[in-house]
C-alpha cells in the first residue's frame, strides 16, 4: 500500500451532491478528495426525471420546500445553460379526477409566484379543445388542462460539470474508487480506506469525512459507528428514445398519484414510482407490474402510448429522510446535514435527503458545516460562478458544424454537452468522423471522453456523451465505440469485446422489461450484429 | 403543521381563485401558449402527424435504406429517421442540414424491414424545422 495521501476534506459519493460539495469546497480553497464507488452519476442522480424543478406537488406539504428548490433551480439554470430546456408540462383534467380543473388552475396560480426565482413562465389555462389542439394525442375526454413550466437537464453531464470544475480547483476526483472503511484515532473520523479500479487498496487522510452516498449513506454512517436512518424509496421510469410529444403531460395513476411523461432533448421519459424499498442497492430490478402500473395510467390521457416502443427502463432509489406513517408519496424532499460529533465521530458529516433541483444549495449548507469545522472562512461562490463550457456564449451550430465538418444537428448535441468547450473537444483529425449516429457522437468526442472525461467503461461514455443513448440501443455502434475507447486506454482486442459484452449485458436488464414487438425487431438486428460476441 | 398550514393557504388561494372567475371572463391563452415557446422550438403536432406518429419514429437504425438512397442534404438517410425524428421539432438551425436534393425516397421506404415511411418522415422534419 502506498503512503496516504491527505487532504483537508474527503467526500464520499459522487452523485449531484458530493460534486456540488467538492466543487463548493475547492472554490473555497480546500484541499478535497472525492471518492465514487461507480461513475459520475450513475446511481439516484442518473435514474431521476432529469429535471431541476419547483416541485408544485409540495405545496401541498411543505412551501418552504417549493420556495428553495425554485430559487435554486434558477441558479443552477444560470450556471449550467448549455444543458437546460426548457420542458412544457400539459396537465389535463379528466371527469374523476382528484382535482378538478378549478383546484389544478389554483395549484398552478400559487406556484407562479415561485416560477419568476427560476426563470419560468406562468401557466395558462386550456378548453378541452385547446389542449387537443397542442396536443392532439390527448384523450377525447379530457375536460380542459393548465400548463406547467419546469427545466429539464442532463444530470450526468450536470454532475460532471461540477467534478470538473473541482478538479480545475484543485480537488483529486476519483471514479470506480470504493471505501472499505473509514481510518478513525478514537473518537475522530481521520480518512478513508479504498480501493482503486485496479484492485489496489489505498489510504487517504482528512480532517474532514463528508458522506453524501445518496442511499448508501446509512451504510457509510456504519462504517463511522453512527446511525442514520432512511426511508429508501425505488423509482422507475420507462425511456422512449424519441420525443413523443413535444408538450410533457401529466397523468393520475391509479393509486391517485401524479405520474409525469416528460419530453426531453431527444428521449422522453415517463414516470415515476414511488414504492419503499428494502432490497439491495447495488441491484435494482424494474418489474412489469411497474412498467403496466406507469403505462395504464397514461394510456387514459395519452391512448396511443402503447403504440410507442421504449427502449429501456430506469431504476433508481431516492434517500428519502426517515419518517414513520406515511405514504411514499407524502414524504418530505427536505435534507439534514449532520454533524456526528454528538454519536462520537468527530470530523465525520453526513448530508441525507433532498432533491436534484436543491443539490448546489445542500452542497452549499454542508460546506458551510465543513467550514465552521475547519475553522475555515471562505463564502460560498457556487450561486454565481458558471459551470465549465458556461463561462462565454457559444458559437452558432451552423458555423462550427462547417469548421468541424460535422452537421449542424451534431454540433449542437456537441454544445449542449460542452458548451462553449465545444470546438476544443474537436481539436482531433477525426473530428468528423461518427460513431453513434442516434445521438450523434463523433469519434473525437469519444477519445476525448476517455482522456479528459474519466470514462473508464462504455456505460461511463453512455453518462458522458449520450453513447447508445438512442433508438439502436447500442446495436450499431457498441463495437465502434470499444474501438475507440480502447484504443485510448490501451484495451487488448479482447479486454474491447468484452467491454462491449458487458455493456450489451447490462443494457438488456434494463430493456428486458419494456420489449414489445417492434422491440423485439430491434433485438433481432442487434442479437444478429453482436452474434461474434456472444459465442 | 407544516402540512396545516400549506392547505390551509391553499384553501385561501382557491376561494380567490373561484371569486375572480366568477367576476372575469375566460380568453382563450392558446396563441399566447404556443407563441411563448416557438423560440424553444416546442411546437404541436397536427392532428394526421400524431395518428402516424408511431410509424414515423420506428426506425432501428439497421442502414438498409443508405443502400438505397445514401443522402438527403448533407444528412445521411438512417440519420434522418433516427437522430432528427428524435428531437423533431427541436431542430433549430439544424434544419439546413436537410435543404437539398430530395433521394429516391420509395425506394428506401421499400428497404426498410419495419416500414418508417421515409417521404413522410422528410416531410415532417422539413415542417418542424422551418418553424
Known amino acids: 500500500m502506498s503512503a496516504p495521501s491527505a487532504h483537508d476534506v474527503c467526500v464520499i459519493g459522487g452523485g449531484v451532491t458530493g460534486a456540488g460539495i467538492a466543487r463548493d469546497l475547492s472554490l473555497r480553497g480546500l484541499s478535497v478528495l472525492l471518492v465514487e464507488k461507480g461513475d459520475w452519476g450513475g446511481g439516484t442522480t442518473g435514474s431521476s426525471s432529469w429535471m431541476i424543478h419547483g416541485g408544485p406537488r409540495y405545496l401541498e406539504f411543505d412551501w418552504d420546500t417549493t420556495r428553495l428548490s425554485t430559487q435554486d433551480a434558477g441558479y443552477i439554470v444560470s450556471m449550467a445553460r448549455n444543458m437546460v430546456y426548457r420542458v412544457v408540462f400539459i396537465i389535463p383534467v379528466l371527469p374523476h379526477d382528484r382535482n378538478n380543473i378549478e383546484r389544478m388552475e389554483t395549484a398552478m396560480e400559487v406556484y407562479d409566484r415561485f416560477q419568476p426565482l427560476k426563470h419560468a413562465h406562468p401557466h395558462v389555462r386550456l378548453t378541452a379543445e385547446e389542449a387537443r389542439q397542442v396536443e392532439p394525442g390527448l384523450a377525447a375526454d379530457v375536460i380542459g388542462a393548465v400548463t406547467m413550466e419546469e427545466w429539464g437537464v442532463d444530470p450526468h453531464r450536470l454532475v460532471f460539470a461540477n467534478v470538473q470544475d473541482a478538479i480545475a480547483h484543485g480537488a483529486r476526483a476519483l471514479n470506480h474508487t470504493r471505501v472499505l472503511d473509514l481510518l478513525r484515532d478514537g473518537g475522530k473520523v481521520i480518512g478513508v480506506r479504498y480501493r482503486g479500479p485496479d484492485g489496489a487498496t489505498s489510504e487517504a487522510r482528512a480532517k474532514v469525512v463528508v458522506n453524501a452516498a445518496g442511499p448508501w449513506v446509512p451504510e457509510i454512517s456504519r462504517m463511522a459507528g453512527a446511525t442514520v436512518q432512511l426511508r429508501p424509496a425505488k423509482g422507475v421510469h420507462i425511456v422512449y428514445p424519441h420525443r413523443i410529444s413535444n408538450f410533457s403531460i401529466s397523468a393520475e395513476s391509479i393509486d391517485g398519484r401524479d405520474l409525469l411523461m416528460v419530453s426531453h432533448a431527444g428521449f422522453t421519459l415517463l414516470g415515476t414510482t414511488d414504492d419503499d424499498f428494502y432490497g439491495d442497492l447495488d441491484s435494482v430490478d424494474v418489474l412489469e407490474d411497474e412498467v403496466d402500473y406507469l403505462l395504464q395510467a397514461f394510456e387514459r390521457v395519452f391512448p396511443s402510448i402503447r403504440a410507442y416502443r421504449p427502449v429501456r427502463t430506469t431504476a433508481g432509489v431516492r434517500p428519502t429522510l426517515f419518517k414513520w406513517r406515511r405514504y411514499e408519496d407524502e414524504l418530505s424532499r427536505r435534507y439534514a446535514v449532520i454533524d456526528h460529533s454528538p454519536d462520537g465521530a468527530d470530523g465525520f458529516v453526513t448530508i441525507a435527503g433532498g432533491k436534484l433541483s436543491m443539490y448546489r444549495l445542500m452542497a452549499e449548507e454542508t460546506s458551510d458545516v465543513v467550514c465552521r469545522m475547519l475553522g475555515h472562512q471562505a463564502p460560498c461562490v457556487t450561486a454565481t460562478r458558471p459551470l465549465p463550457g458556461n463561462e462565454s456564449d457559444v458559437e452558432p451550430p451552423p458555423e462550427l458544424g462547417r469548421r468541424c465538418g460535422i452537421t449542424t444537428l451534431a454540433a449542437m448535441k456537441l454544445q449542449s454537452r460542452h458548451g462553449s468547450n465545444a470546438a476544443a473537444v474537436l481539436q482531433d483529425a477525426r473530428s468528423g468522423r461518427m460513431v453513434c449516429r442516434c445521438e450523434p457522437i463523433t469519434e473525437a468526442e469519444l477519445a476525448h471522453a476517455a482522456r479528459h472525461e474519466q470514462v473508464r467503461t462504455l456505460a461511463d461514455a453512455f453518462r458522458r456523451v449520450g453513447l447508445a443513448a438512442g433508438p439502436c440501443a447500442g446495436g450499431a455502434c457498441v463495437l465502434r465505440a470499444a474501438a475507440v475507447i480502447g484504443s485510448e486506454l490501451g484495451w487488448s482486442a479482447a479486454q474491447r469485446f468484452d467491454a462491449a459484452r458487458e455493456f450489451l449485458r447490462g443494457a438488456w436488464l434494463g430493456r428486458a422489461p419494456v420489449l414489445g414487438h417492434m422491440g423485439w425487431a430491434q433485438e433481432e438486428m442487434a442479437i444478429g450484429a453482436h452474434r461474434g460476441l456472444t459465442n | ?131
Not at chain 2, 37 to 63: T, V
Open chain 2, 1 to 131: 403543521m407544516a402540512r396545516a398550514d400549506s392547505l390551509a393557504k391553499l384553501a385561501f388561494a382557491y376561494g380567490v381563485h373561484l371569486t375572480r372567475r366568477r367576476l372575469t371572463r375566460p380568453r382563450s391563452q392558446v396563441t399566447k401558449l404556443l407563441e411563448t415557446y416557438a423560440a424553444d422550438g416546442i411546437r404541436p403536432l397536427l392532428k394526421e402527424e400524431r395518428e402516424r406518429h408511431p410509424q414515423l419514429i420506428g426506425c432501428i437504425n439497421c442502414g438498409l435504406c443508405a443502400l438505397a438512397a445514401a443522402r438527403i442534404g448533407s444528412v445521411r438517410l438512417p440519420d434522418l429517421a433516427t437522430s432528427y425524428m428524435r428531437l423533431y421539432a427541436r431542430l433549430g438551425e439544424a434544419g439546413s442540414d436537410l435543404s437539398g436534393d430530395s433521394p429516391e425516397l420509395e425506394a428506401a421506404s421499400a428497404a426498410c424491414p419495419v416500414g418508417v415511411p421515409l417521404g413522410e418522415v422528410t416531410a415532417i422534419v422539413r415542417r418542424l424545422a422551418a418553424g
